[in-house]
């Protein structure tokens, strides 16, 4: 997912993440601030950087941390830009109720599997489908059109995403 977020969303600005420090190797990817020490000391890393990003991209989970990133971004909805993607290493079902749960105003058939979710410029939540297995395309696609509806700015690869537009249907509140 990294290589994806870089291509994708460097033109933007700096993409940053936070590292795990027990990882020895960080993986290549997004620049990484690591939050030593046991705690919720990340918590306010996390906290801090929400406030000073122009948009942010989380790949939801079911792990206890991430849960308390998604109630977090859930009191500030309002005030952010967030593009939620989907997590490949979850299962076709933990996707769809993960999604459901953080768009719950937005139906979707059960033969299609949610790439991408984000809040729209007129507020309402947009979630990008796809009814074939997920693959970099599909999440490259995704990525661009949510950064463009939230930024501004027109897709870097027009001929990928006009080739998988078809593929990828937006389904709106």
Not at 41 to 46: A, D, P
Not at 62 to 91: C, H
Not at 157 to 170: E, G, L, M, S, T
Request: proline share 8%; glycine share 6%; hydrophobic share 45%.
């Amino acid at each position: 997912m990294d290589e994806v977020l870089l291509e994708s969303a460097s033109i933007y600005g700096p993409v940053i993440a936070i590292g795990d420090p027990r990882d020895p190797t960080p993986p290549l990817g997004a620049a990484r601030i690591f939050v030593p020490g046991e705690g919720n000391e990340w918590q306010h890393v996390v906290t801090s950087l929400l406030q000073a990003c122009c948009v942010t991209v989380v790949c939801p989970s079911t792990s206890a941390g991430v849960q308390w990133e998604l109630d977090l971004i859930r009191d500030a909805i309002d005030r952010l830009k967030i593009i939620f993607l989907a997590n490949p290493t979850l299962s076709a079902a933990d996707s769809v109720q993960l999604f459901r749960s953080i768009a719950p105003s937005v139906s979707f058939s059960e033969n299609e599997r949610p790439v991408a979710a984000y809040v729209g410029k007129d507020n309402g939540f947009r979630v990008l489908t796809t009814r074939r297995p997920l693959c970099l395309q599909s999440f490259i696609v995704a990525l661009n059109a949510a950064l463009q509806e939230n930024l501004g700015a027109a897709p870097r690869n027009k001929i990928a995403f006009q080739r998988h537009r078809r593929r990828i249907r937006p389904r709106s509140a």
